[in-house]
């Protein structure tokens, strides 16, 4: 049972730079496998990036160089840093964990209700 709220959405300019939070809370038995996903309507969610357990990364190629996933783990919350946001960027962006620390596709089983970036 892990609950996923996510902040730091909003209207930005392309160029600029915005910070996602995702707060985690509930049972972890380990270092989770977490992501960041984001959606447009009428399309499936896209991965955007992740981070497993033992802090390695991966990222769509679409976000990299640009984008950046860390961790706090004292605080239970994860981070995406945008850099030279682009229009094409806009969506509704969700944080997820895994069951495991290994991250794999499908295997992102918590979700957080989502958080609204938009680039003009």
């Known amino acids: 049972h892990v609950q996923l709220v996510e902040s730091g959405g909003g209207s930005v300019q392309a160029g600029g730079s915005l910070t996602l939070s995702c707060t985690a809370s509930?049972?972890?038995?380990?270092?989770?496998?977490m992501g960041w996903f984001r959606q447009t309507p009428g399309k499936e969610r896209e991965g955007v990036a992740g981070?497993?357990?033992?802090?390695?990364?991966s990222y769509a190629d679409s976000v990299k160089g640009r984008f950046t996933i860390s961790k706090d783990n004292a605080k239970n919350t994860l981070f995406l840093q945008m850099n030279s946001l682009k229009p094409e960027d806009t969506a509704m962006y969700y944080c997820?964990?895994?069951?495991?620390?290994?991250?794999?596709?499908?295997?992102?089983?918590?979700w957080g209700q989502g958080t609204q970036v938009t680039v003009s």
């Open positions: 997820a964990a895994g069951g495991i620390s290994r991250c794999y596709d499908g295997g992102f089983v918590y």
């Open positions: 981070i497993e357990g033992d802090g390695s990364t």
């Open positions: 509930g049972y972890f038995y380990t270092d989770l496998c």
